[in-house]
Every structure is written in structure tokens, then in C-alpha cells.
């Protein structure tokens, strides 16, 4: 097991359940070897999320006061402790909005860090455009199987490395599902990208993973990686994805 | 940013492919993009096209009792001594509030889009009662979204949508109220793109919210202008309006925005102190910030996050504001203020015992700061104020105020069975 390529990318939550046990989480994903490590920076409303990642991203807020300081410094940390470690980081407009999005993506691009997910930010808005003004730094866009052609061009247009694609019409933390036009959303992307697919949105076990894998590059794990860490199966959960 | 150049702020709002100014826009998940699409080119081809217009002007009438009456305040102008006040009775709308203006429009774009589900968020519960109503005149589904404390305070309009047919669902994140209620409908959006119609209750939200809802209110104005007319053969000075998200303000002014003469002040809600979730002055207090699928003025701390809002009135107690208004306001066309709480709820009681008119919590705030300025003016000027509402859904909240001990023994009795 080397070089970090099992098909998956593990979520978590800065500051959750504390800030030092979101660090040593990050750890333990690190050592599963997953293609990418998805920081998310908590939010207050994160309105994309379901009610675990609601709740996970409350306690980082309300019960740690996690703030935006917080979130970097333990980016940059965990950057310099496991440089070879692919990560995404994941928030919402108004975090980076508020902070200021060119010393934001000044800082992403000093630590090494290239890809950004904002759920609520279209890659061609005003802002995206402020964000692609760092050169180096991406948007990862999500989207999902009922995307118009035209727009997936659109979207495809941007060049992207990554794209982050929804199994089904679902917030996170849903039961899994495969939306039939899913298979031909991803053979449209095929057709005209190179980009890599990942596949998130409700996939909680070994089996989902698999199912998954035979259209996408790697599955994305959120809410079920919460949920085994609140019962204590954190560690069981990680093997089972990877198997 | 100086509006000197815009000939017609009318025009230059109408015209909006989603900004206003730098406000607006439409920050949202690419999954619900081809939902809002389609509604922005259905919107858009309805007000062109004349039949919408008949039926929508029909329907407002029909349904609604359109035109709302325009009444004066004779014993309150004579108090106060100042300007003369008038008010236009939003609250004489079926359902009992403006809200219902941007419902039947909404409805009928639904009913060209082909949806069979209609889904809302509610604070005060007039949009979700209003909703709910459209939803059973035109047979279509209908799910009400309402933040927990709302649920609770607002209990009357939570029967009366789940009497005409609506599933109230209370909802239990954040501050339990009516932006944990809109997140809670986007939710709902994004896992039911295709067959399900987000009836958004007042001028926020992404494009094409704010315009839509501003379209489909601005008959209040209209309204305004030709009765007073009729009864003065001019324009009124001044407009006052309180501000939710600002669908009842903006359907007041929009009209009037380019007669220069009229002044116009959008009163928030200052609820019981000026600290930092005890109010929801946003355009006064607030900062830039885009929440929601809009950039606007938000109630937020220095890190982004959205800080919880208070008012005793439901339907101001929002985080955001229209991105119209903070259009209008950093150009200097409408002037914000503040009546907290407790002027509210004096001039509600003035009100109701000098007019004898009982307004809704929320237009309380617009009269509250209309006595005040009144003072400030001369006798001939002329003072419109938006009743949005009228004020028998808040039962509850207004009698515990002013007779906590009567309502004590009112609800006691019903549950020992002896009020017969
Ligand atoms: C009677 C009444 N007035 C005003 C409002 C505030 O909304 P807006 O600012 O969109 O008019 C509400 C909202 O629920 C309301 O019910």
C-alpha cells in the first residue's frame, strides 16, 4: 500500500468533533492511503449538506469556535506534516468571500494546495473568476446527472482536473442511490475531458464504493465516515472502504 | 456608486439579468441550475406575454378582492400634529397579507412550467398560508418549510396550511427560524429538481427571486399612485414600508422609483437591542456578503458566519436583504431606519385604538416609524404606509404582550375543558 491511490477521497470536518481530533482523523485517513483528503472549512448554514454534516459543522462553529485562522493554520499543518497527500478543500462562498478571496487562494497556493470546492459557487460567476485569477488554483465544480449538455461544455470548458459528480439528486448524508442518467453523464464527460470523476453523495459501504468505481475514478465519503467515527468504528469502516 | 447615469431605475431593474448593481446574482448549486433556468425563461416569456397579464390581473381580483383599500388616519394625523398619514390595506388580501401578490403570480408561472409540487419556506406563516391557499386553488402539492421557534410562535397559520391541504414541516436546524427555513427548501430543491417548484416568499434569493417577486408585488404601488390620484391629484411625499427580505417594500416603491419627489425609508426590525443577535437590521448593521444564492447585506460575523437574527415579529426575523434594496440603498434612492420590539408594538396598540385597525407585527414597525416622522413634517405632506398584514395571525405573541394574565387563563381553561 503506497503512493496514496486507493480510488476514494475521505471528508471531514476542520474542528470537528475538536479541532486536535480533526487533526489526528486527518491522520488516520492519511495512513488508508485515499487519493485525496477533502478538508472541509466549517460554516454556519452549510445549505448544501445534509443533517450530520450540519450538525458536524455546528459543533466546529458554536461548541469550538472554529475560525477561519483555525482552519488555515491547520491546513498548513497538516500540508507540511504529509506533503504527499492529495487534498481538496471544500467551503462555502461566503467563508472565502468574507475572508478575502485573493489572500485566500494566496494562501492555498503557498501551501501547494490546487483544488477548491465551493457548492454554491457556478465555476463562471463573477467570483469563480476571481478565484481563476490564481492561476495555479482550481474549482472543482459539482454537479450532477440532470446537467444540460450545453452546460456540462460550459462547465467542461474550464478545463478542470477533477469533477466532483452527485450519484443522485441528494444532499449529503442521503441513502444511496444511482441516478439513471448518471452512466451517461459520465460518458459525456469521458468523451470530452480527461478529467477525473469523482462520485459522492450517500455511498457508505464497501459494496457502494465498488458499484461506484465501475463509473467514476474514486467515491467520495462523507457522512458515513461521521457516523463510524461517533460509534467507534472509524478504523473498521476505513478498511472496509478500501478493501 | 451614483445612479445619475440610469435614466430609469425602473427600466435598469426590469431590465436585470440578475445583478443589481453588484448585488444579486445567482450563487447556487449547479444541481438546481437548470430548475432556476427554466423558471427565469418561463418568468420571463409570462410577463411579455398579454393572456399571463389578464389572467394574473383576474385572478388578483378574484381571489385576492384587488385593489386593497387606501385608507386614512384622521384621529392619528390630528394627534400627531404633522404630516397627513395614509395607508394602503395589504392586510385586506385574502389570506390576510401582500404575500399572496407573488404566490398567484408564482403559481401561475408554475402552472406553465407543468409542476405538480409546490414547496415554500414560511416565517410569520402568511407566505406559507398564502402558499398553501394558491396550492389548493390550483390542485397542486404542497410542502411548507418553518423553522422550529416560528412553528411554535406562528401556531394558528400551522393549522390553517395543514386545513387546506399542505404538509408543515418544522425545521430544526440553526436558529429555528426563516432562513433555516429557506436552506431547508433548497434542500428539498436540490433532491427534487425536475418536478418540484421552490415558491421563494419574498425578494431574496437567487435570480430570479428578487425580480420575480418585486414584479409580481409592484401592483401595490401601482395601486398607491392611482388612489392617490384620485383623492389628491398627486404623488405622495414619502413611503414607509417595513423590510423582511423586502417584497412588500419593493412592491410599494417600485413603482414610484423614478418620481425623484418621493421619498422612500424601508424600516427593519431592531428587535430589543442593538447588539449582534438581538436584531435584523441588515442594510444597517449588516456586511456584504453572499448566503442564500445572493450577494446582499447579511448579519454575519467577521469570520462569515450568519449570526442569528431576533425581531417579535416572525417575518422580519431574517438574516438577508433584498438585493434590490441594497441596490437602492447604496445609490441613496430608499433611506433605512429602525423600529425595535417595543415601538412596534406601541404603535400596533395606537393603532388599533385610535384607527381601529389591528396591523401585523410586521407593518407595526412601518407605522411605528411613520408616527415618528410624521412630527418631522409639515402639514400638507402626504405619508403612505404599507400595512402589509393584518395582525390577527399574531394572536399569541400580541396577547401575551398586552394581556399575558388573559391568555393564561384562556388557554387553561380550553385544556380543562371548562371554556365552553
Ligand atoms: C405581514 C408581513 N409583512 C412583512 C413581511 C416581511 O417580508 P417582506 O419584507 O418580504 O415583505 C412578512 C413576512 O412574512 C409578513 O407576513
Sequence with gaps: MNGYNNPLMTHLIIGYPSLEESFNTAELYTQYQPEFLELQIPFSHPTADGSKITEANKIAIQKNATTMDDSMNFIERFRKKYPDQKLMIMTYCNKIFRYGITEFCRQMDTMGIRYIIIPDLPVDSNIAAAIHDNKEIQLVPVIAPNIPEQRLNKILSFEPDYIYLMADYKITGSDFGIHEKLENVVGNIRKRSDARIGIGFGIGTGAQVKEILELGDFAIIGSELINAQIENRLEDKLRELIA | ?420
Design chain 2, 1 to 420: 456608486m451614483s445612479d445619475t447615469k440610469i435614466k430609469s431605475i425602473k427600466e435598469y431593474v426590469l431590465d436585470s439579468t440578475s445583478f443589481f448593481g453588484e448585488y444579486g446574482g445567482s450563487f447556487i448549486p449547479e444541481v438546481i441550475k437548470p430548475n432556476l433556468d427554466e423558471l427565469t425563461e418561463t418568468f420571463m416569456a409570462c410577463i411579455k406575454d398579454e393572456s399571463f397579464e389578464r389572467e394574473l390581473r383576474t385572478e388578483l381580483k378574484q381571489i385576492s378582492g384587488r385593489p386593497t383599500a387606501f385608507t386614512p388616519l384622521p384621529n392619528l394625523t390630528e394627534k400627531i400634529g404633522g404630516a397627513q398619514l395614509w395607508f394602503k390595506n395589504e392586510g385586506l388580501n385574502h389570506t390576510g397579507a401582500h404575500k399572496i401578490n407573488h404566490c398567484i403570480g408564482q403559481a401561475l408561472v408554475a402552472k406553465r412550467l407543468g409542476k405538480k409540487r409546490i414547496i415554500a419556506e414560511t416565517g410569520a406563516g402568511q407566505h406559507g398560508l398564502a402558499t398553501a391557499t394558491v396550492c389548493a386553488r390550483y390542485q397542486m402539492d404542497c410542502v411548507i418549510y418553518m423553522g422550529r421557534k416560528d412553528y411554535n410562535r406562528q401556531r394558528p397559520n400551522v393549522f390553517w396550511m395543514e386545513l387546506l391541504g399542505a404538509t408543515v414541516i418544522p425545521v430544526d436546524d440553526g436558529s429555528q427560524t426563516l432562513s433555516d427555513a429557506v436552506i431547508a427548501a433548497f434542500k428539498d430543491l436540490i433532491s427534487n429538481p425536475e418536478d418540484t417548484h421552490y415558491l421563494l416568499g419574498s425578494a431574496v434569493g437567487p435570480h430570479p427571486y428578487p425580480l420575480m417577486n418585486t414584479y409580481f408585488q409592484k401592483i401595490i404601488g401601482e395601486e398607491v399612485r392611482e388612489q392617490t390620484k384620485e383623492q389628491f391629484d398627486r404623488l405622495p411625499d414619502c413611503l414607509v414600508a417595513c423590510v423582511g427580505g423586502g417584497s412588500n417594500a419593493l412592491g410599494l416603491f417600485f413603482d414610484f422609483l423614478d418620481d425623484r419627489g418621493v421619498e422612500m425609508i424601508g424600516v427593519e426590525a431592531g428587535g430589543r437591542s442593538t447588539q449582534a443577535g438581538d436584531h435584523a437590521a441588515k442594510l444597517l448593521q449588516g456586511e456584504k456578503g453572499i448566503f442564500e444564492g445572493y450577494y446582499s447585506y447579511f448579519l454575519q460575523d467577521g469570520d462569515g458566519n450568519i449570526s442569528d437574527t431576533h425581531s417579535v415579529s416572525a417575518g422580519l426575523d431574517y438574516c438577508g436583504v433584498s438585493p434590490i434594496l441594497a441596490y437602492l440603498k447604496d445609490t441613496g434612492r430608499v433611506k433605512f431606519e429602525v423600529a425595535d420590539d417595543k415601538q412596534a408594538l406601541t404603535a400596533l396598540e395606537e393603532l388599533s385604538k385610535a384607527e381601529g385597525f389591528i396591523p401585523a407585527l410586521e407593518s407595526a414597525h412601518a407605522f411605528a416609524y411613520a408616527f415618528k416622522y410624521a412630527r418631522e413634517l409639515s402639514k400638507d405632506k402626504l405619508i403612505v404606509i404599507n400595512s402589509s398584514g393584518r395582525g390577527e395571525k399574531d394572536l399569541f405573541i400580541t396577547m401575551e404582550h398586552f394581556q399575558k394574565e388573559g391568555l393564561t387563563k384562556f388557554l387553561k381553561s380550553q385544556l380543562n375543558g371548562d371554556g365552553s
